[in-house]
Nanobody, 128 residues
Framework: QVQLVESGGGLVQTGGSLRLSCVASGRTVTPYTMGWFRQEPGKERDFVSGISRHGGNTYYADSVKGRFTISRDNAKNTVYLQMNSLKPEDTAVYYC?????????????????????WGQGTQVTVSS
């Protein structure tokens, strides 16, 4: 089993920045594709970004492309999401997730149902 714990959320003004961290425990997540999702109340959980096992491939939702950067430190079993130029529409609970499938070419799946392990989420609120 893998446990994921997110941190780094909070309240920030429009245009500000936050860095989310996701620390994994229980076993190494080095073989896993890692993803970040977000969810607003009453809405579905949406894909934000993903990173392949060794960090060679990354994938971003169009809404965050150019503003968010995903990275991972496999030695620390940690994944990060650097969020810059934040907008009020970025307000949501952000979740870290792990996909334990082996995928050829480092393909990253944006479907939430693909991911096997989830954190408890961290709230990000962007004020206007």
């Amino acid at each position: 089993q893998v446990q994921l714990v997110e941190s780094g959320g909070g309240l920030v003004q429009t245009g500000g920045s936050l860095r989310l961290s996701c620390v994994a425990s229980g076993r190494t997540v080095t073989p896993y594709t890692m993803g970040w999702f977000r969810q607003e109340p009453g809405k579905e959980r949406d894909f934000v970004s993903g990173i392949s096992r060794h960090g060679g491939n990354t994938y971003y939702a169009d809404s965050v492309k150019g503003r968010f950067t995903i990275s991972r430190d496999n030695a620390k079993n940690t994944v990060y999401l650097q969020m810059n130029s934040l907008k009020p529409e970025d307000t949501a609970v952000y979740y870290c997730a792990a996909d334990r499938r082996y995928t050829l070419g480092g393909r990253i799946d944006p479907l939430a149902t693909t991911y096997d392990y989830w954190g408890q989420g961290t709230q990000v609120t962007v004020s206007s």
